[in-house]
């Protein structure tokens, strides 16, 4: 089981951003896919989740109505898509996938590695 995030770069306030996040060695119709994020000094924090069996998702309140996590089946690829980019989004983001849809980290076996957002003017 693989998971490879991607994407990440620097963006200006108000700017946009698509992670991508490459899943390899299982089949994801059958997983929750989630995204978290780490900034300096704070802890890791759930961002989005969504459950590939029936589509239900959760979005953390400081994300709601500005990030939408979505899969595509067909190239198992989940995706974070981050408009309306803030300062306080800056963060190293992760995907990770497992079985509980949920937000809280150590909910989750399946990690991808890190991939660097900075919002910056």
């Known amino acids: 089981v693989q998971l490879q995030a991607s994407g990440g770069g620097l963006v200006q306030p108000g700017g946009s951003l698509r992670l991508s996040c490459a899943a390899s060695g299982f089949n994801l119709d059958y997983y929750v896919v989630a995204w978290f994020r780490q900034a300096p000094g704070k802890e890791r924090e759930g961002v989005a989740c969504?459950?590939?069996?029936?589509?239900?998702?959760y979005y953390a309140d400081s994300v709601k109505g500005r990030f939408t996590i979505s899969r595509d089946n067909a190239k198992s690829m989940v995706y974070l898509q981050m408009n309306d980019l803030k300062p306080e989004d800056t963060a190293v983001y992760y995907c990770?996938?497992?079985?509980?849809?949920?937000?809280?980290?150590?909910?989750?076996?399946?990690w991808g590695q890190g991939t660097l957002v900075t919002v910056s003017s």
């Open positions: 990770a996938a497992d079985w509980t849809l949920s937000l809280v980290p150590s909910t989750y076996k399946y």
């Open positions: 969504l459950d590939s069996r029936d589509g239900i998702t």
